[in-house]
Structures are given as structure tokens and as C-alpha cells.
DNA sequence: TTTCCTACTTACTTATAGGTAAGTATACAG
DNA sequence: CTGTATACTTACCTATAAGTAAGTAGGAAA
């Protein structure tokens, strides 16, 4: 943590809002005034705030990639890999992000650059794809069982999870631990 | 539509601006610009946000109320009743409401005022309790065939729609009646 | 030792937000 | 025909947002 430089302490600054009040939902001034620099500082390194919004879905994609680089292998046993997604989730709620770079996006969707749309698009893409492989892998495998494509269960999956993630917000952080627990309940996990 | 009030334009044209980009989303000129009045109008009929945003609330409650009256009975076949969730929530996102209020006030959760809050909680229990009922009497029916505790499985298939709608947002409204074909299939239904 | 680059700060600008106070047109009541 | 309430508009205010231009401190390079 020490030694952070002045970016990288306006990228975890600006992440954390972001993640918590959406795009909106702060300004320069919540990112400056706690690490006790100037709005300007901050538009030295992130010309407006949209190229700040670029380095923090960067930072989300390289965070996603470090924490999930154990579990998110293809191959292997299909279970600990979806554990490690539900694990992931409740690590980043319970870290003071509550909502995912996907939900604080899709209430501004509109006003985007194409190449932040971009960005966000292939993020789903890979995250669905993988869980599409994992889920494929864990029916033949015997792990999971369930009717209907691979890929939709998938999709299903995510936007329970995502959904789940907005509903703790509302609720409490126990509505995802009983939500992960339907959605092993439904793949004919027993425990 | 003929002979609405400017009360009733001010909120509809609200409505729609709130569930399309969310409570920070929107400013008063967004509203009296199209309506061709002034911001002081809308101040008059709601002297500030909180009042206009309860207002929504109460547009959305009504709302559902009518469109769900049908559908949203108790007792009955529990099959329709589901189906009536699916249909309503695909009649909303293709009259350009794409999120719900939930999700909506779910990013600016923090500043909202209690009585707000109280009244997003209610909406929310209710439709809990209501999808459980209607859950609970599908299984006993044998309408549906689902494991694990009846409400625990409503708060999932809640989550599910209310991530579904933010997945349709960024990618494109098919993917909602993917996502209702694999909660039916996760529901033993056949068609 | 001067020059230049990096990493800022100071001091603005412009736009827009929510909100208010005072004035005005219309309708209806007495 | 006068008053009063309703439903606004005009004209403002204050705060804050994003963004910019010019200045500066400190280190490295020539």
C-alpha cells in the first residue's frame, strides 16, 4: 500500500466510487479531496473523465484477471471454479464495492464512447464464455445438472448474480450467500 | 393521452427519463424542455427532487398495481401468474422503461431519504412475498418443480429478472426471453 | 548552470444543477 | 366588480460540475 504514486491513488479512489455511486454519482472533488490533491492533479493525468473511466474498466479487467487467475483455468473440476466466482463476489461487496463495473455502467449506458462500449462488451463476452466452459464441463463431468443449453444457464447465472449484487444493496449482504445457495440448489448440488 | 394535466406530463415524463437513466440521470430541464414549460413549474407541483421522486414511487406502485391486478391474484393456477411476471416485465423494457425502479434507486441508494427507503422496501417485500405464494402453490400444484425453500427461490428468480434487465440494456431485449426460457426450464416446465 | 521535463497548484471559465421569490393570467366566489 | 386561489412564468441565486491556462517546484540531462 505504501508508496502508491498520486495515479494510482486516484485510480483505487475513483474505483471505489464508482463501484459504489456509479458514474454520476461523484465528482473530482470526491476523488481529490481525501488524498489531498487538486481537481487539476487529477486532469493531468486523465484529460476528462472519460479516459478516467477508461483506466478504471483497465483496473477492473486486471483485477478480475489477478483474483480470479487460480479458479478462472479452463479445464479441471468444474465446482471449486464457480465457487471461486461466488467467492469473488461476495470479496468485492464485502470490500466496500457493492455494485460491478457491469451495473454501474448499464445506467449510463447511453452516454458511453464506443470504445468504452467496446470494452464493456468484451468483458461480458469473455466472463460468459467462460462460465459457459465451466458449466459445460461440470454436466459431462457429473457435477452439475441441469436442462437447456450451456450457454444460457450461463447467462442466467450472471444475471442472478448481478441482480443479487443490487438486491444487497437494498437488503443485506446475506441475500447473496442465500441467492449462491439456490443457484447450487438448482445445479443439483447437494451441499 | 389527451387533456393530461401538467401535473400527470411532469411525471410521466419523469418516469420515463428515471427508469431509462436513473435518479442522477436526468436534471428538471430534462423534464419541462420537452413538455415546453418552465423548471419553476415542476417546482411548483414538487418543491424539490425527493418530492418528484416520490411521486415516481408511487407512479411505479400504481402501476404495477393495474398491470398486475390480472395475473398478480392470489390463489389460481400459478403457471399464468409467472408468465404474467415475464410479460410485464417485457411490456416495461419495450416501452422504454429498461430499468426498474429497484435498480434505479439502487445506485443512489445511499442519499435517499428514510421514507423513501421504507417504500422501496415494501414494493420490494411485497413482490417477494407475492412471487413466493405463487411459487409455494406452483410446487404443491405441480405446476413447478424446484428444490429448496419457496421464498429463498423467489429472491433468486428476482434477482435473476432485475439482472436480466440490466444485461438487456448493454446487450440487446432477446436476452431477456433467453434468460425467462431457462427459469422455466429451472422450473420443470416443459414448453 | 541552464534547460527541460514531470508533476503538480493556483486561479480561473463555462455550463448546469436544484431551488426561490416575486410577478401574472385565468377562473371562480361573493 | 372585487378579491382570492390556482397554475403557472420571469428573473434570479447559489452551489457545484467538468475543464483549462498559466505558473511553479524539483529533479535529471546537457
Avoid at 31 to 54: Q, R, T, V
Avoid at 59 to 75: C, D, I, K, P, V
Wanted: hydrophobic share 40%; proline share 3%.
Amino acid at each position: 500500500m505504501q508508496a502508491a504514486t498520486t495515479r494510482e491513488q486516484i485510480i483505487n479512489q475513483a474505483f471505489q466510487l464508482m463501484l459504489q455511486r456509479g458514474l454520476n454519482g461523484f465528482s473530482y472533488r470526491d476523488i481529490s479531496e481525501p488524498l489531498g490533491i487538486k481537481n487539476a492533479a487529477i486532469h493531468y493525468h486523465f484529460p476528462n473523465k472519460m479516459d478516467l473511466l477508461s483506466a478504471l474498466i483497465a483496473e477492473n479487467h486486471q483485477l478480475l484477471r489477478e483474483s480470479t487467475s487460480e479458479f478462472m483455468a479452463y479445464g479441471g473440476p468444474a465446482r471449486p471454479q464457480l465457487e471461486g466466482l461466488f467467492d469473488y463476489t461476495l470479496d468485492q461487496c464485502g470490500c466496500g464495492r457493492p455494485i460491478c463495473m457491469v451495473g454501474a455502467l448499464a445506467v449510463d449506458y447511453k452516454d458511453l464512447s464506443d470504445n468504452i462500449k467496446r470494452a464493456n462488451d468484451s468483458f461480458i463476452h469473455d466472463s460468459l464464455n467462460w462460465l459457459t466452459k465451466v458449466l459445460e464441463t461440470g454436466r459431462e463431468q457429473d457435477e452439475f445438472h441441469f436442462e437447456g443449453p450451456a450457454k444460457r444457464k450461463a447467462v442466467a447465472i450472471l444475471a442472478t448474480i448481478q441482480g443479487a449484487r443490487q438486491m444487497a444493496r437494498v437488503e443485506s449482504m446475506d441475500i447473496l450467500t442465500s441467492i449462491f445457495a439456490q443457484i447450487r440448489t438448482d445445479l443439483g448440488i447437494s451441499s
